[in-house]
């Protein structure tokens, strides 16, 4: 059982990273981002699929996948976010389309969507504790979450352009009257949500030796889950529902059967939309409070 | 000639998913759950015909009852919440019934059939198959897709009367301004629910159509594409008035069927017409001016004109 929740830790600094990048989404312009998970896949099957190519090492993977999903992600904030804006729901069913178009151009390219193989440079290294087996690459995993969640914090809460971006996400009109131009931190979020949800995509292909079609959806599925788990007020927040649901899906596994992992993760976003006008504070809500 | 009415009972099925679609859409609420009910539906209706030796109509009828149960389940607690939270929580239901579909197994042993292939009724990851109504019961492709337009007819009709009366009215409010709405004494949870419900029961219908069109269904089926695919027809024919879905679904069921070069590059033509059509036409290709422009051919010039969209 232990065995298990540590290898959920593992998840929960995935999780933990998709939900900070829809936190950015979501928190600066106020829009769901559909094609995100879609985004963070493809950039990472194009890095494998070129590095792979090429014969080039890992740290090769990583650069290439930032290189496609940043301007990848810059093209879909501006058509669907600033291009259309004059109601939210089409936003959405522009990413939407971006996110279908996408997936399917992946499963038509000569890849023909096959998992693409990426290299783990830590393969089959292990910690030891006692009975406890720590992979070094699930522990790294972690570390990566909790080192860039904090990064986020420290940049959001010290940082000129992080205040800035807070003023805009808190009220456009207000930003605009400091003299911030909404635009821009529109352009800052954005960047940075995709490289935040590139390296989540990476190090997840990585501890899986590879990256599928599927990650895109999943991806996307459990962003929504954490986003609505930790709230949009507080990173921490957020990092603690990502571990918390990571854990609480492998412990639930194994308890329910693997079949049902996914179930847990559900269930607990259906139960708490459902507690939600009884719980107050936190969650969706309190961001919405404006 | 079988072949087209397969595509004739498809299209039919499509319309019913995207009339489920807009039935919420109306309200303004946008489920990309609608996977969830219809799968609901199919393995409902399925388990009837093949398990408990209903009769299709009733079969399907009940099939949309257990639609609308499922969508009453997630609609009560999430349609107080505002918009966004009642779609991720569709979102999250439909993943969650995929995942149930998935793994779920009962039914009884089948007396022919290969080794491992001797089971009626669902079983797991391997689907549900034989689902022979049709087969058995002597129905042709061609009176399937009858029996399917029968029912999308009466679906249409029902659109049809509704999108002329008091209801209409009320969830186009709702969807324009909440608030006001709740203003002049609109019960607008309750208005919401029921949309979504009866969402859920053409859904739920449309499902178990599907189910006995296929005679094989699996949890795969059920993915949230399938949600998306349904969205998608609303939104591109056009979520202001009953004709759009009905143009959507169909154009985009028969579309990529005639026209073979464009039918591989289907998904991906499918998406980029959603990104222009949000881009340049945004209520879609019929919207309700062209509606009324049309019907009322011979109204004076400058009673055409209305002061607001009423999207």
């Not at chain 1, 928190?27 to 699929?49: E, F, N, P, W």
């Not at chain 2, 203003?183 to 009866?198: E, H, L, Q, S």
Request: aromatic share 10%.
């Amino acid at each position: 059982m232990l065995q298990t929740a540590v290898e959920g830790l593992a998840y929960g600094g995935l999780y933990a990273l998709l939900g900070l990048g829809f936190f950015l989404t979501y928190g600066v312009l106020r829009r769901i981002d559909l094609a995100y998970g879609t985004v963070v896949m493809t950039s990472v099957y194009l890095g494998a699929m070129i590095a792979g190519g090429l014969g080039l090492p890992w740290p090769a993977v990583v650069v290439l996948t930032l290189v496609a999903g940043v301007p990848l992600s810059l093209l879909v904030a501006y058509i669907a976010f600033f291009l259309i804006r004059q109601d939210a729901r089409f936003s959405m069913a522009a990413t939407l389309g971006i996110w279908m178009a996408l997936e399917e151009l992946i499963l038509q390219s000569p890849g023909r969507g096959r998992g693409q193989p990426v290299s783990n440079p830590l393969q089959d290294m292990s910690l030891w504790l006692g009975e406890l087996q720590l992979r070094i690459d699930h522990l790294l995993i972690f570390g990566l979450g909790l080192v860039i969640a904090m990064l986020l914090v420290r940049f959001l809460s010290t940082s000129r352009n992080g205040l800035a971006i807070r003023v805009s996400a808190y009220d456009a009109d207000v930003a605009a009257l400091l003299g911030i131009s909404h635009r821009r931190m529109m352009i800052l979020a954005t960047v940075i949500a995709s490289a935040v949800g590139c390296i989540a995509g990476w190090s997840f292909a990585v501890a899986q030796s590879g990256i599928d079609l599927h990650f895109g959806m999943w991806a996307t599925v459990k962003g929504l889950v954490i986003l609505v788990l930790g709230g949009t007020q507080s990173i921490p927040l957020i990092v603690t529902a990502a571990v918390g649901l990571g854990i609480a899906e492998r412990v639930g596994s194994e308890l329910i059967g693997s079949g049902y992992r996914d179930l847990v993760g559900y269930g607990v976003i259906l139960l708490l939309l459902a507690a939600e006008p009884f719980l107050r504070s936190g969650g969706l809500r309190s961001g919405d409070r404006r | 000639m079988s072949y087209w009415f397969t595509i004739a009972a498809l299209t039919g099925i499509n319309v019913l998913l995207a009339y489920s679609v807009y039935a919420s859409f109306m309200s303004g609420q946008v489920s990309i759950g609608q996977a969830a009910f219809f799968g609901v539906g199919a393995y409902v209706g399925a388990s009837l015909t093949v398990l408990g030796g209903f009769d299709l109509i009733s079969a399907v009828l009940v099939a949309g009852f257990a639609g609308a149960a499922a969508s009453l389940f997630v609609g009560v607690p999430t349609l107080r919440l505002k918009g966004y939270h009642f779609t991720i929580a569709t979102v999250a239901f439909a993943e969650a019934v995929r995942v149930i579909l998935h793994n779920l197994k009962y039914g009884r042993p089948r007396s022919s059939g290969n080794v491992g292939d001797q089971w009626l009724g669902p079983d797991g990851a391997t689907g549900f198959r034989h689902i022979a109504y049709l087969n058995e019961n002597g129905i042709t492709t061609g009176q399937y897709a009858l029996i399917v337009w029968v029912i999308v007819v009466i679906v249409v009709i029902g659109f049809f009367l509704v999108e002329r009366s008091r209801i209409a009215r009320i969830l186009r409010t709702i969807e324009e301004d909440e608030v006001v709405a709740r203003a002049i004494g609109i019960p607008v949870a309750r208005y919401k629910v029921a949309a979504f419900v009866c969402g859920g029961f053409i859904a739920g219908m449309s499902g178990a159509l599907y189910a006995h069109l296929l005679t094989f269904i699996s949890g795969g089926d059920f993915i949230i594409h399938l949600s998306t695919i349904a969205l998608a027809y609303v939104v591109i024919g056009g979520g202001q008035t009953m004709w759009g879905p009905l143009l959507g679904a169909i154009l985009f069921t028969v579309l990529p069927e005639t026209l073979r070069p464009i039918k591989d590059f289907r998904i991906e033509l499918f998406g980029l017409l959603i990104i222009l059509v949000m881009l340049f036409r945004p209520t879609g290709m019929i919207s309700a001016a062209a509606v009324r422009r049309w019907s009322t051919p011979w109204a004076p010039k400058a009673q055409r004109k209305r002061p607001t969209e009423a999207f």
